[in-house]
């Protein structure tokens, strides 16, 4: 399995950004996936999941200004982001993801994107 994310940047207070995750090397249609991400210093946190059919689910200290959506025919899964605050500035991954009872990430992470908010 490889994950690509692209779409960060160097974005002012209050932009909005859309990130996006290409899979390959798997059935994507068949998976969960998530969206992360990693401060400087920080864990890897868990953002926002979406099931194989669409459905979305938030951490909830970040619910409304995210929102993840996925394209099965591209392999592609996105994450647009609103309103975006300097403590937002992160690196963000995607990767597959197992929603049991404990979420479980299965696949190796890819590159991430860097996102940073500032003026």
């Known amino acids: 399995v490889q994950l690509v994310e692209s779409g960060g940047g160097l974005v002012q207070p209050g932009g909005s950004l859309r990130l996006s995750c290409q899979a390959s090397?798997?059935?994507?249609?068949?998976?969960?996936m998530g969206w992360f991400r990693q401060a400087p210093g920080k864990q890897r946190d868990l953002v926002a999941t979406?099931?194989?059919?669409?459905?979305?689910d938030y951490t909830d200290s970040l619910r409304g200004r995210f929102t993840i959506s996925r394209d099965n025919a591209k392999n592609t899964v996105y994450l647009q982001i609103l309103s975006l605050k300097p403590e937002d500035t992160a690196v963000y991954y995607c990767?597959?993801?197992?929603?049991?009872?404990?979420?479980?990430?299965?696949?190796?992470w890819g590159p991430g994107t860097q996102v940073t908010v500032s003026s």
């Open positions: 990767n597959t993801v197992s929603l049991g009872t404990v979420l479980a990430v299965l696949s190796s």
């Open positions: 979406i099931t194989s059919d669409g459905s979305a």
């Open positions: 090397g798997l059935i994507f249609s068949n998976f969960a």
